[in-house]
């Protein structure tokens, strides 16, 4: 079944690829790898998800904050690949970073938001190595930044 297709089944609409806000580029591709810069948390208001885990926000909150992130991943992919999701042949890794309080010990969970929505959107091909960082602050005041690297076909 083609990514396309996996998409429209989900009933998953994915958000406007934003422009980068400092001095890089949202995406590079070296080689056969993607790279994808961080994604903030945009709600599907596309106003931005802001606040700590653990204080402003709770687990729930924050998943769906990460899971937003990925679909802001998935929708740079689709634009560096000409549009055609199937050209990617694997999603290598996330890097996850949580805006949280420091008692707060669930950022892996949090970072299950992205994760899913990966594998939900590109199958096996989503299977990847993660990472996730609690951080006392993230640009703008986001409560969650993830970034990627995927390999194409």
Do not use: W
């Not at 994915?14 to 810069?37: D, H, Q, R």
């Not at 599907?44 to 926000?57: F, H, P």
């Not at 990617?88 to 899913?116: E, H």
């Amino acid at each position: 079944m083609s990514v396309e297709k996996r998409l429209k089944d989900l009933k998953i609409i994915l958000p406007e690829a934003k422009g980068p806000v400092g001095a890089y580029v949202a995406t590079k591709i070296v080689g056969k790898l993607l790279f994808i810069s961080g994604q903030v948390s945009f709600g599907e208001d596309a106003k931005l998800i802001t606040g700590k885990i653990g204080k402003d926000l709770n687990l729930d909150q924050g998943y769906k904050a990460a899971e937003r992130c990925g679909l802001s991943i998935v929708a740079h992919v689709k634009n560096a690949c000409g549009g055609d999701l199937d050209k990617v042949k694997s999603c290598v890794k996330l890097t996850g970073y949580v805006n949280s309080t420091d008692d707060f010990k669930d950022q892996p969970k949090i970072i299950n938001g992205a994760s899913d929505i990966i594998a939900k959107i590109f199958d096996k091909k989503g299977e990847h190595t993660r990472a996730a960082v609690s951080v006392n602050s993230l640009p703008l005041g986001v409560a969650v930044e993830v970034d990627a690297i995927f390999e194409l076909n």
